[in-house]
């Protein structure tokens, strides 16, 4: 099976830096995505690891380990629109196609 | 980036009724759908795969009888919930992945609110 944890919640200044880890264990494994849902929304793609190694995109960085099965999204210069639940989500290979399995998430709060 | 569109946005149904949710691509060709529920404050579970043309396939505790999914098109999904009853209100999301490039990425529908009352 697919097992994927995540801080429950988080809380942050804004303007500051916050990093929101994930584990995972799972079989299959075909990458990594973190998604970003705000409150009655649909999840938006953030960013996809497959190989080891740190992607960055402006604000959002995000780093995985394949052989620790960890993975951390980082949120630089911290904004009050970053408040939203932050979804780690593991691609992996099962009935005949790639799926997707969701951590629970993390509530992040920005606080002024 | 990719837009896939979900119809209706909320809906309200009497118990017993049947609901039909559509799920549509609209730039691109998506070779498989995927059906999620997501339950408040809960992360979003997957509750079936769809690929244009074949049966869909349910993960376990889905009821497909219940849940019926049609993937009839390259740019169309539609699921119906059967008989609804109040525990089968929840949020309702599709997601569609293309070919290409970039095929690893699934794009998210706005979602349907589905109260059953």
Known sequence: GQNIDQPTEMTATEGAIVQINCTYQTSGFNGLFWYQQHAGEAPTFLSYNVLDGLEEKGRFSSFLSRSKGYSYLLLKELQMKDSASYLCAVRYSGAGSYQLTFGKGTKLSVIP | ?117
């Not at chain 2, 896939?4 to 149904?13: D, E, L, M, N, T």
């Not at chain 2, 699921?79 to 990425?105: M, N």
């Open chain 2, 1 to 117: 980036g990719a837009v896939v569109s979900q119809h209706p946005s909320r809906v309200i149904c009497k118990s017993g009724t049947s609901v039909k949710i559509e799920c549509r691509s609209l730039d691109f060709q998506a070779t498989t759908m995927f059906w999620y529920r997501q339950f408040p404050k809960q992360s979003l579970m997957l509750m079936a795969t769809s690929n244009e043309g074949s049966k869909a396939t349910y993960e376990q505790g889905v009821e497909k009888d219940k849940f019926l999914i049609n993937h009839a098109s390259l740019t169309l999904s539609t699921l119906t919930v059967t008989s609804a009853h109040p525990e089968d209100s929840s949020f309702y999301i599709c997601s569609a992945r293309g070919g290409g490039e970039r095929s690893y990425e699934q794009y998210f529908g706005p979602g349907t609110r589905l109260t059953v009352t």
